[in-house]
């Protein structure tokens, strides 16, 4: 790809951007061979310069100074690195725990979804369309390069992801009229699970209180609801203490 060639980001093209010191980074380390270049502006520090040659170095990516174009395609003032990527196809590990997210629409969301699905290990994600881009740098610099480590697949709809993968698992729906308490039961040692959510408006409907198990997390009445990064974070982190606690710090 020539930088000629750089323009806004677009879903319907073959590449994107990480946005950011960070996810660029990440993406350099976890995603090499996905890479075309980085760009890198004239106010980068040097410690970041220095950097990103040791990695270029290393991975053989192209590293180009040019501010012209990280600020054409940046949407924040201070975004002094860029990389840029072939976006790339994923397939799930059947044996892995899995996160399924049912039309998930807001982007900031899904990155920090990724981040904290990393964080405690769980590293295949099933997205139910419609759903945002994953591939969107809004996604990409918010997840903070976490995006790297993950495996994403999309599904037309549950049905279909449940026919692929959902057999020889247990899957634990999360919904406000949930039947079971969150926290009164354990999973299976000897299964993979699959934990699902709904989206930021209007959750899961009725239809997945008889997929697996329905687990409400109680709070208060004080709110009608709790954030979906934050139940998410919520459920993946008790379920790692039952089924993953060997790989947490």
């Known amino acids: 790809m020539k930088v000629s060639e750089i323009k806004r980001y677009s879903k319907k093209e073959s590449y994107s951007y990480s946005p950011g010191s960070f996810p ?3 993406l350099l380390q976890s995603k090499p061979e996905a890479v075309d270049m980085i760009l890198v502006h004239s106010d980068a520090k040097a410690e970041i310069r220095n950097k990103l040659a040791q990695e270029g170095k290393k991975t053989g990516v192209k590293i180009v100074e040019n501010d012209r174009y990280i600020e054409k395609i940046r949407d924040k003032d201070n975004c002094i690195t860029m990389g840029i990527f072939r976006k790339y196809d994923c397939k799930l590990d059947r044996n892995k725990n899995h996160v399924v997210l049912v039309n998930p629409s807001d982007m900031g969301n899904l ?3 990724i981040r904290s699905c990393v964080g405690f290990g769980i590293t295949n994600l ?13 996604v990409v610099r918010a997840s903070m390069g ?3 480590k993950m495996k994403f697949e999309y599904f037309s709809c549950f049905a279909h992801y449940d026919q692929e993968y959902g057999s020889e698992r247990e899957k634990y ?27 930021e408006a209007s959750g899961l409907d009725e239809s ?3 997929v697996g198990k329905s687990v409400v997390i109680p709070h ?3 709110v009608d609801s709790l954030n979906l990064s934050l139940a998410i974070g919520i459920g993946i ?12 710090m």
């Open 126 to 138: 099933a997205v139910i369309e419609p759903a945002v881009d994953i591939f969107h740098p809004k």
């Open 237 to 248: 982190y008790e379920f790692c203490k039952w089924k993953c606690n060997s790989s947490l």
């Open 111 to 113: 990155g920090t979804i």
């Open 173 to 199: 729906s999360f919904m406000l009229n949930g039947k079971y308490r969150f926290g009164t039961f354990e999973p299976s040692a000897d299964k993979p699970f699959s934990l699902i959510f709904g989206n």
């Open 208 to 210: 997945f209180l008889h």
């Open 24 to 26: 660029t980074f990440e």
């Open 220 to 222: 208060t009445r004080s």
């Open 146 to 148: 976490a995006i790297f």
